[in-house]
């Protein structure tokens, strides 16, 4: 069966300090793969999405950046955070390909709080 | 940007009681999703509706589509506290992404 991990489950980081979140997925091949952020009490805004190693692609214009080193590994970084960086991270995958049934799975998510 | 759109924002009922929450959305889309929250965690994926359906029924869920009015219900039967969650609908307009809305707060009291 799949499965999604993804890491640290909670930190608080200085403003201007670097952020590196981590995301695996097992028990799949070239899954399509996203990273959420989510406002207190918000939806969710879609950040970024790979179809494949190296493939990134942004939604919003944004502090954050996204790679893909690996075929089930999705990391979220940032170089020096900002104050509104503060949110709920998800990383998620999903079958690539499939439009009838593209359910997403969700990891369980990390609080980035920046002070 | 957000395609979905939930309504009510919050909603509070009594255990027992049938809770429906709606969602719409504006652009054309190949189906419609239902997630679950719970607070502080990942969402879970309930029920998908594709956009040639018009009802569909897993246990207590039942899911409305109705295309012409862009528009979705989820209902919840018999409801318990264990349903205490945020409800989100996604679409899907391709292959590649969902598009979720803001999500609507089911609190049931016991």
């Known amino acids: 069966s799949q499965t999604i991990h993804q890491w640290p489950a909670t930190l608080v980081q200085p403003v201007g300090s670097p952020l590196s979140l981590e995301c695996t997925v097992e028990?799949?091949?070239?899954?399509?793969l996203y990273w959420y952020r989510q406002a207190a009490g918000r939806g969710l805004q879609l950040l970024f999405y790979s179809v494949g190693i190296g493939q990134i692609s942004s939604e919003v214009p944004q502090n954050l950046s996204a790679s893909r080193p690996q075929d089930r590994q999705f990391i979220l970084s940032s170089k020096k955070l900002l104050l509104s960086d503060s949110g709920f991270y998800l990383c998620a995958w999903k079958v690539a390909g499939r439009i009838s049934g593209n359910t997403i799975y969700f990891g369980e998510g990390s609080w980035l709080t920046v002070v | 940007s957000q395609q979905g759109e939930e309504d009510p924002q919050a909603l509070s009922i009594q255990e027992g009681e049938n809770a429906t929450m709606n969602c719409s959305y504006k652009t054309s889309i190949n189906n419609l999703q239902w997630y679950r929250q719970n607070s502080g965690r990942g969402l879970v994926h309930l029920i998908l509706?594709?956009?040639?359906?018009r009802e569909k029924h897993s246990g207590r869920l039942r899911v409305t589509l109705d295309t012409s009015k862009k528009s979705s219900s989820l209902l919840i039967t018999a409801s318990r506290a264990a349903d205490t969650a945020s409800y989100f609908c996604?679409?899907?307009?391709?292959?590649?992404?969902?598009?979720f809305g803001s999500g609507t707060q089911l609190t049931v009291l016991p």
């Open positions: 028990g799949t091949s070239n899954p399509n």
């Open positions: 509706i594709r956009s040639n359906e």
């Open positions: 996604a679409t899907a307009g391709s292959a590649r992404q969902l598009t």
